[in-house]
């Protein structure tokens, strides 16, 4: 298969199990940092629908590229296992998230504005769920450690 493929289906299976993890808040009830990413580029003047379908898509559509440029970039790039690279990129992405998206929508730091410490684990634990997943994924799809 190729890298391309191989980060794709990894990363469709990651985004999947990370949507049922954020999911799984909205039943206890705590809420997360949903769709900072989505409320960020609005706010520059990009025209989404309001629509729960269309904010998944967007997820998805996210989670894939992110997925590509683990494949492309960040695997070849770092050294260690899976589960090391997984955790690289999930605190790389957890803080461009945490310092920057978030606090440019209004959130605060984390989302400390409006989540409680609860909700903003229990966000950086689905968001880290997804990021080692897709590192493991791509691994056992063959993809780990290709090079151009």
Same mark, same amino acid.
């Given at each position: 298969m190729s890298r391309l493929k191989t980060a794709l289906?990894?990363?469709?299976?990651?985004?999947?199990?990370?949507m049922l993890a954020l999911a799984a808040a909205d039943f206890v009830p705590v809420a997360t940092a949903?769709?900072?990413?989505?409320?960020? !580029?609005?706010?520059?003047? !990009?025209?989404a629908p309001a629509t729960p379908q269309f904010q998944a898509a967007f997820h998805i559509l996210v989670g894939l590229l992110m997925a590509v440029?683990?494949?492309?970039?960040l695997d070849p790039l770092l050294n260690g296992t899976a589960l090391v690279k997984g955790l690289i990129y999930a605190a790389g992405v957890w803080l461009i998230n945490a310092v920057f998206v978030l606090p440019m929508t209004g959130e605060g730091l984390a989302g400390s504005r409006h989540l409680? !410490? !609860?909700?903003?684990?229990?966000?950086?634990?689905?968001?880290t769920l997804f990021f080692v997943l897709l590192a493991l994924f791509y691994e056992r799809g063959g993809g780990a450690g290709r090079r151009r």
């Open positions: 289906a990894a990363g469709a299976m990651a985004i999947i199990v990370n949903h769709g900072g990413l989505l409320r960020l !580029l609005v706010r520059f003047g !990009l025209h440029v683990y494949a492309f970039v409680s !410490l !609860l909700g903003m684990a229990w966000f950086a634990a689905a968001h």
